[in-house]
């Protein structure tokens, strides 16, 4: 099976927030540089998954 770019991204960003969230907020700024993933480019695929889950 092969994602896109931004849907690994995502799935990676996903993982990190149940990863490291304990129960509280996490900032995109904080999973990015976990993650090696430019925050502008994260929030784009944030945007998107918003967008398709309500």
């Keep these: 099976m092969r994602f ?3 849907g690994r991204y995502g799935l990676r960003a996903m993982i ?5 969230s ?3 907020h ?4 904080s999973i990015a540089e976990r993650q090696g993933i430019s ?9 998107t998954l918003e967008n398709r889950a309500g």
């Design 4 to 6: 896109s770019t931004k």
């Design 16 to 20: 990190d927030l149940a990863v490291y």
């Design 22 to 24: 304990n129960g509280e």
């Design 26 to 29: 996490v900032t995109l700024a």
């Design 39 to 47: 925050t502008n480019y994260l929030e784009q695929v944030f945007s």
